[in-house]
């Protein structure tokens, strides 16, 4: 029986993506990534880390023109890529998610605001300040989801609002 070599286009330049987008790995291919902050935002991280294949842009809130629209719109908007093959027991947890650092008093709530329509995902807290993105029932087939999952975190009387927009890329699972 031979073995499967893996190979990873985005490291040998062998993919089609633009010079605005980034190349993401998975299993067997890769995805072209476009991270851009909306208006109000400006970029103020973008982590490379090569070894895991995981991309992390953050954009934050330039201001807010009144009360109820730092409310309601996100403090800071952060990118993220999962990659997981379609054997993955369910459920499975998948993503955590809590302001840093936590405090006293902190409390969340979690909701899945887009990219949940078929129902996969669901959210959970741990304590009153950690809470978790969990995948909970079984993807048959490789599928791409964008999923934004916010955070509002009470704190001090005010509440302050994170997304964060989690690429997940589910693969065939290699027999």
Same mark, same amino acid.
């Not at 995981?54 to 629209?69: M, V």
């Given at each position: 029986?031979?073995?499967?070599? *893996?190979?990873?286009?985005?490291?040998?330049?062998?993919?089609?993506?633009?010079?605005?987008?980034?190349?993401?790995?998975?299993?067997?291919?890769?995805?072209?990534?476009? @991270?851009?902050?909306?208006?109000?935002?400006?970029?103020?991280?973008?982590?490379?880390?090569?070894?895991?294949?995981?991309?992390?842009?953050?954009?934050?809130?330039?201001?807010? @023109?009144?009360?109820? $629209?730092?409310?309601?719109?996100?403090?800071?908007?952060?990118?993220?890529?999962?990659?997981?093959?379609?054997?993955? !027991?369910?459920?499975?947890?998948? %993503?955590? #998610?809590?302001?840093?650092?936590? =405090?006293?008093?902190?409390?969340? #709530?979690?909701?899945?605001?887009?990219?949940?329509?078929?129902?996969? %995902?669901?959210?959970?807290?741990?304590?009153? =300040?950690?809470?978790?993105?969990?995948?909970?029932?079984?993807?048959?087939?490789?599928? $791409?989801?964008?999923?934004? !999952?916010?955070?509002?975190?009470?704190?001090?009387?005010?509440?302050?609002? %994170?997304?964060?927009?989690? =690429?997940?890329? #589910?693969?065939? *699972? !290699?027999?």
């Amino acid at each position: 029986m031979g073995s499967i070599i *893996h190979v990873d286009e985005c490291a040998l330049g062998n993919h089609n993506c633009s010079s605005a987008q980034s190349c993401y790995n998975i299993q067997g291919s890769f995805r072209c990534l476009l @991270f851009e902050c909306p208006a109000n935002y400006r970029k103020v991280s973008d982590t490379h880390f090569f070894k895991e294949d995981f991309i992390s842009r953050r954009c934050e809130r330039i201001n807010c @023109f009144n009360y109820l $629209d730092c409310q309601n719109t996100p403090l800071r908007i952060t990118y993220y890529q999962l990659n997981f093959q379609t054997n993955i !027991v369910v459920p499975a947890h998948i %993503f955590r #998610i809590g302001p840093s650092p936590a =405090y006293a008093g902190d409390n969340i #709530i979690l909701t899945i605001n887009k990219g949940n329509e078929e129902n996969y %995902f669901s959210t959970r807290k741990l304590n009153s =300040y950690t809470g978790i993105v969990y995948l909970q029932r079984q993807v048959k087939e490789p599928k $791409d989801f964008l999923l934004d !999952v916010e955070m509002k975190l009470w704190r001090q009387g005010t509440y302050t609002t %994170f997304l964060a927009k989690i =690429y997940i890329f #589910i693969t065939s *699972h !290699v027999y």
